[in-house]
Nanobody
């Protein structure tokens, strides 16, 4: 059984910072890639950041480049999303995701991920 448990969401003023954490457990998933997605009300879920632990590669959506940083604590199998200079448009439910098998270096599409956390709400007030 794979479990992804997010934490760290909350309410913050524009310009503020938050750090999200995702603790992963279980054996039947690819430990080389983990990602953060988000879904705002009335919008589709979108990839925000992806990390490939094996290659050290990362991907960021254009909307968060320079403000968000994805990282991983290998010892704890935990992935983080440091979010700085938050904007009201960053308001969404943020999900941690992991693929079941390794397919490519930086998968960015929702269908490429088999395991999802329950989501954590991030609200940025103006």
């Amino acid at each position: 059984q794979v479990q992804l448990v997010e934490s760290g969401g909350g309410l913050v003023q524009a310009g503020g910072n938050l750090r999200l954490s995702c603790a992963a457990s279980g054996r039947t998933f690819s430990r080389y890639v983990m990602a953060w997605f988000r879904q705002a009300p009335g919008k589709e879920r979108e990839s925000v950041a992806v990390i490939n632990w094996s290659s050290g590669s990362t991907y960021y959506a254009d909307s968060v480049k320079g403000r968000f940083t994805i990282s991983r604590d290998n010892a704890k199998t935990t992935v983080y999303l440091q979010m700085n200079s938050l904007k009201p448009e960053d308001t969404a439910v943020y999900y941690c995701a992991a693929p079941k098998t390794y397919t490519r270096v930086l998968p960015t599409y929702e269908y490429e991920y088999s395991y999802w956390g329950q989501g954590t709400q991030v609200t940025v007030s103006s």
